[in-house]
């Protein structure tokens, strides 16, 4: 039998059509796009493709794809970015406490160089408040970085409405949009963001290879100094092959999209609520209706996730865990906290995130299985039985 | 990421459970820090005479609380008290780096449920909800905590992500 994987949160296996088109480059092309010799302008030629490709899946122009190294280079790219090329603006960012590390780290960084940080808080849904964000502003703002989608608790970010206060008072919008590309719509257009990172393997593409969307007229330093590539906003010569994956992940994300959509939600619906229904003190994260249509986040009172997720890996089912215990910090998510969440709670919290392969008999099996784990690991716990008890 | 042994005892746990009539129990840890360990003894002629443990754990600590249970079964008091924790961590072919702090509570656990025998046999009265509150606080004194709102941040980092303040870090741990 083989694995069920139910982790694609953490990584998507490559498309077969995505494996097909970096082979064949590989075996064809080798130049470099920059040289003008006809071998280097295949190359230039492939690095077009999948620009417009990409573009297109989220109705951007061309000129306003820049590949990265994947999702965290895109990420530091766009707020270190502002950070340097709006210095004489002012020094003050906007951003909420549940981001990905990588926007944390940086502004971190960024808090070194004498910029100020205001991190705004969510509610128990993991929702940031559009007028917290608007009461927020200073003079000095020269950013406003918020995800589009979480990537613990699944929550859709109201990021249009966030967007239109950062065009009314000019301040540049970011949006960290990792795990939304390619799994929901994105339309930059409707969005209506300045900057917007994305990661191929999101979206069954390869790993190690990202883009950020910069708007026409954005000030956005490089964070890589050399050579003129990428319109001289990314230098170093591109990892084309995995850009031609990119590309190539993206024309089939878009065509597959309408049929992914409704077919991994229904399977989601069904996961979460046989969860529930299976077994008793569990807390569903996020939001009810406004969440990621591939992600059951789930807290299971009175055991550890690290556990729950090694059980279920030995049945041959792949998720991924939020304890502390697994998170290598050995520290409780931030995001779990951040929504009010106790300690103890956050700790037994798992991640099952779908994909374009999972079948409802994947869904069944988990539904079979998971429930007398659980019951073995809290007859274990000695927690569960003093809260059962009185 | 774990031994051979580790995931032997993790699966297939020994002495799991709760002896009623135990006759010392030590407890450790607390599950804010993501590990909670309760061992029980049954004494006979100064001899582990039965042993039992509920964890609240990763793999680590579940694989630990079982591989202490084995190595202390039979021991007399004096040696049970001479387990040590890395002894525990050895016996199991060794823990990964990031678990031998926070997961390898055994030989406490053991240490504290010895500990509880000896003083309930010289007659003291042991305040159980005292003695845990004592341990649950050893254990947060490990975390990070920000001191202007309360809320937990990372070892080095400089401010607070929460409220944005400045932390210095020379607190004792």
Same mark, same amino acid.
């Given at each position: 039998?083989?694995?069920?994987?139910?982790?694609?949160?953490?990584?998507?296996?490559?498309?077969?059509?995505?494996?097909?088109?970096?082979?064949?480059?590989?075996?064809?092309?080798?130049?470099?796009?920059?040289?003008?010799?006809?071998?280097?302008?295949?190359?230039?030629?492939?690095?077009?493709?999948?620009?417009?490709?990409?573009?297109?899946?989220?109705?951007?122009?061309?000129?306003?794809?820049?590949?990265?190294?994947?999702?965290?280079?895109?990420?530091?790219?766009?707020?270190?970015?502002?950070?340097?090329?709006?210095?004489?603006?002012?020094?003050?960012?906007?951003?909420?406490?549940?981001?990905?590390?990588?926007?944390?780290?940086?502004?971190?960084?960024?808090?070194?160089?004498?910029?100020?940080?205001?991190?705004?808080?969510?509610?128990?849904?993991?929702?940031?408040?559009?007028?917290?964000?608007?009461?927020?502003?200073?003079?000095?703002?020269?950013?406003?970085?918020?995800?589009?989608?979480?990537?613990?608790?699944?929550?859709?970010?109201?990021?249009?409405?966030?967007?239109?206060?950062?065009?009314?008072?000019?301040?540049?919008?970011?949006?960290?949009?990792?795990?939304?590309?390619?799994?929901?719509?994105?339309?930059?257009?409707?969005?209506?963001?300045?900057?917007?990172?994305?990661?191929?393997?999101?979206?069954?593409?390869?790993?190690?290879?990202?883009?950020?969307?910069?708007?026409?007229?954005?000030?956005?330093?490089?964070?890589?100094?050399?050579?003129?590539?990428?319109?001289?906003?990314?230098?170093?010569?591109?990892?084309?092959?995995?850009?031609?994956?990119?590309?190539?992940?993206?024309?089939?994300?878009?065509?597959?999209?309408?049929?992914?959509?409704?077919?991994?939600?229904?399977?989601?619906?069904?996961?979460?609520?046989?969860?529930?229904?299976?077994?008793?003190?569990?807390?569903?994260?996020?939001?009810?209706?406004?969440?990621?249509?591939?992600?059951?986040?789930?807290?299971?009172?009175?055991?550890?996730?690290?556990?729950?997720?090694?059980?279920?890996?030995?049945?041959?089912?792949?998720?991924?865990?939020?304890?502390?215990?697994?998170?290598?910090?050995?520290?409780?998510?931030?995001?779990?906290?951040?929504?009010?969440?106790?300690?103890?709670?956050?700790?037994?919290?798992?991640?099952?995130?779908?994909?374009?392969?999972?079948?409802?008999?994947?869904?069944?099996?988990?539904?079979?299985?998971?429930?007398?784990?659980?019951?073995?690991?809290?007859?274990?716990?000695?927690?569960?039985?003093?809260?059962?008890?009185? | 990421?774990?031994?051979?042994?580790?995931?032997?005892?993790?699966?297939?746990?020994?002495?799991?459970?709760?002896?009623?009539?135990?006759?010392?129990?030590?407890?450790?840890?607390?599950?804010?820090?993501?590990?909670?360990?309760?061992?029980?003894?049954?004494?006979?002629?100064?001899?582990?005479?039965?042993?039992?443990?509920?964890?609240? /754990?990763?793999? +680590?600590?579940?694989?630990?609380?079982?591989?202490?249970?084995?190595?202390?079964? &039979? #021991?007399?008091? *004096?040696? $049970?008290?001479?387990?040590?924790?890395?002894?525990?961590?050895?016996?199991?072919?060794?823990?990964?780096?990031?678990?031998?702090?926070?997961?390898?509570? /055994?030989?406490? +656990?053991?240490?504290?449920?010895?500990?509880?025998?000896?003083?309930?046999?010289? &007659? #003291?009265?042991? *305040?159980? $909800?005292?003695?845990?509150?004592?341990?649950?606080?050893?254990?947060?004194?490990?975390?990070?905590?920000?001191?202007?709102?309360?809320?937990?941040?990372?070892?080095?980092?400089?401010?607070?992500?929460?409220?944005?303040?400045?932390?210095?870090?020379?607190?004792?741990?």
């Amino acid at each position: 039998m083989g694995v069920i994987y139910l982790d694609h949160l953490s990584g998507t296996p490559l498309h077969p059509r995505v494996k097909e088109a970096m082979i064949h480059h590989i075996n064809t092309v080798y130049g470099n796009p920059v040289s003008d010799h006809q071998v280097g302008q295949m190359a230039a030629q492939a690095l077009d493709t999948a620009r417009s490709q990409v573009a297109a899946l989220i109705n951007a122009d061309p000129g306003e794809i820049v590949f990265e190294s994947g999702g965290t280079e895109s990420v530091n790219h766009a707020i270190k970015g502002v950070a340097i090329g709006m210095r004489e603006k002012g020094n003050h960012i906007i951003t909420t406490n549940i981001e990905h590390k990588s926007v944390l780290n940086s502004l971190r960084t960024l808090r070194l160089l004498d910029y100020t940080v205001t991190s705004l808080d969510v509610d128990p849904h993991g929702m940031v408040d559009p007028a917290a964000v608007e009461a927020a502003i200073t003079p000095g703002t020269i950013l406003i970085s918020i995800m589009l989608a979480n990537n613990e608790i699944g929550t859709i970010e109201p990021i249009a409405e966030i967007a239109k206060i950062a065009q009314k008072h000019k301040i540049v919008c970011h949006t960290d949009a990792v795990d939304a590309v390619g799994v929901i719509p994105v339309d930059i257009k409707t969005l209506g963001v300045d900057l917007l990172s994305m990661a191929a393997n999101q979206f069954y593409g390869p790993p190690g290879v990202g883009a950020l969307y910069v708007r026409k007229g954005t000030r956005v330093w490089p964070l890589l100094d050399g050579g003129m590539q990428e319109n001289k906003r990314r230098a170093g010569t591109e990892n084309l092959i995995g850009i031609v994956g990119m590309g190539v992940a993206a024309e089939v994300a878009k065509e597959e999209l309408p049929e992914r959509l409704p077919r991994i939600k229904a399977l989601r619906d069904k996961l979460r609520d046989g969860l529930v229904a299976r077994i008793p003190s569990i807390i569903i994260n996020g939001h009810p209706t406004q969440t990621l249509p591939h992600l059951v986040s789930v807290s299971v009172k009175y055991i550890e996730g690290e556990s729950l997720m090694l059980m279920l890996d030995e049945e041959g089912i792949a998720v991924a865990t939020r304890s502390a215990c697994a998170s290598g910090s050995l520290r409780a998510s931030h995001v779990l906290i951040s929504t009010g969440m106790d300690f103890a709670s956050a700790q037994g919290t798992l991640l099952f995130s779908l994909g374009r392969d999972t079948a409802e008999a994947d869904v069944d099996r988990v539904l079979e299985v998971m429930p007398p784990i659980v019951q073995t690991l809290r007859d274990m716990s000695p927690i569960y039985k003093k809260e059962h008890t009185t | 990421m774990y031994s051979e042994i580790v995931m032997d005892h993790f699966k297939n746990p020994r002495n799991v459970g709760e002896i009623t009539d135990a006759d010392g129990i030590g407890e450790v840890g607390n599950p804010v820090c993501g590990d909670m360990m309760n061992v029980y003894i049954k004494v006979d002629n100064d001899k582990i005479a039965d042993i039992k443990f509920k964890t609240f /754990g990763c793999g +680590a600590a579940i694989a630990v609380s079982s591989m202490l249970t084995e190595l202390a079964k &039979g #021991k007399t008091l *004096d040696e $049970a008290m001479k387990i040590t924790n890395k002894d525990v961590a050895e016996a199991l072919g060794g823990l990964p780096q990031n678990k031998l702090h926070c997961s390898n509570l /055994g030989a406490d +656990a053991l240490h504290s449920a010895i500990k509880n025998y000896m003083d309930r046999k010289a &007659g #003291k009265i042991k *305040d159980t $909800a005292k003695d845990r509150e004592e341990h649950v606080k050893s254990r947060e004194a490990q975390a990070c905590y920000c001191p202007y709102c309360s809320k937990e941040v990372q070892e080095e980092s400089p401010f607070c992500i929460f409220c944005g303040t400045e932390i210095s870090h020379e607190h004792d741990h």
